[in-house]
């Protein structure tokens, strides 16, 4: 689904057969202008897709941006200004938000995790413990808060979980099984594989034909332990339960990448409304 398609569903969806208060309460040929308004501090997100919006809706809308993508921004900033029919402003109003706050909540707490681990090795990484048809604009806000894309999806890299280990009968058979479907169907994407414990990492070291090995669920010792077994041969991805409170032991680690899912799936959104500027 490209972005345009994912716009004109969501308008589609929220219209239905038409904005009936606004047809009733405003004339066809109304001119005004909105101002985006913020209502705390963040990281703003989403800007250059709300362009996307007002632009698909009408495209006689005119936005002036005061504050772009990936600015910190804080309570009574105004971000951009829309003028045009007050009729399509207002059919954009609620997906410009809704997109909008979404994405600047997920900026604004990658941003926060980001400044944690500053100065250490550790990169941070989302997850695709994403919202349904939203991952495109949830992972743009990750990289908008300063954080580092994982896979997409499940076609861009592949992952060896716990399940597909114990489905495909043990570590060594998962990892040759994904060594051979790579050859076979001619496709050059890295291979990562889970492990719970250290055991698990020294038997993926022996087998090797990987690309990364996660440490899922580790403690920080552990963590730690794991990547000097690997000692740099492959990188080294931290997981699991990693909190605002944690996640400065497990970068001091050494560990290459720290995922982190509540990036997007327990993010709160960040406060904006478009309000009517009166003359």
């Keep these: 689904m490209t972005v345009n398609d994912f716009i004109f569903e969501a308008i589609q969806e929220d219209v239905g057969s038409g904005d009936h208060s606004s047809l009733l309460s405003v004339p066809d040929n109304a001119k005004g202008s909105a101002q ?21 809706i009408d495209k006689d809308l005119q936005v002036n941006v005061f504050i772009h993508d990936g ?11 829309v003028s045009g029919k007050i009729r399509s402003i207002l059919q954009a109003e609620r997906l410009v938000l809704n997109i909008m706050q979404r994405m600047s909540g997920i900026s604004t707490k990658t941003a926060y995790y980001c400044s944690l681990i500053e ?19 949830e992972k743009l806000a990750v990289k908008i808060g300063g954080g580092c894309n994982h896979r997409f999806g499940l076609y861009d890299m592949i992952m060896l979980k716990d399940n597909h ?4 009968g043990g570590i060594e058979n998962a990892i040759k099984k994904a060594n051979n479907y790579l050859k076979e169907n001619n496709l050059n994407i890295k291979i990562e594989i889970e492990t719970r414990n250290l055991q698990e990492l020294a038997e993926v ?14 403690s920080v010792e552990d963590v730690k332990k794991g990547v000097q077994m690997v000692a740099g041969k492959y990188e080294t991805e931290a997981s699991g339960n990693i909190t605002e409170t944690t996640i400065v032991e497990y970068a001091k680690t050494g560990v290459d990448f ?22």
């Design 36 to 56: 985006l308004l913020v209502k705390e501090n963040g990281v703003l997100a989403g800007v250059d897709i709300a362009l996307k919006v007002f632009s698909l």
């Design 258 to 279: 720290i995922s982190v899912g509540a990036l997007t799936h327990s993010v709160k959104s960040l406060d904006l409304s478009l309000k009517a500027k009166i003359k």
């Design 119 to 137: 100065g250490t090795h550790a990169k941070l990484l989302d997850t695709r413990k994403t919202t349904p048809n939203m991952r495109y604009f």
């Design 165 to 168: 280990v114990d489905f495909a």
């Design 205 to 218: 070291l022996r087998v090797g034909g990987i690309d990364r090995i996660m440490f899922d669920n580790y």
């Design 71 to 81: 600015a910190k921004v804080k309570k009574g900033d105004i971000a951009f200004e």
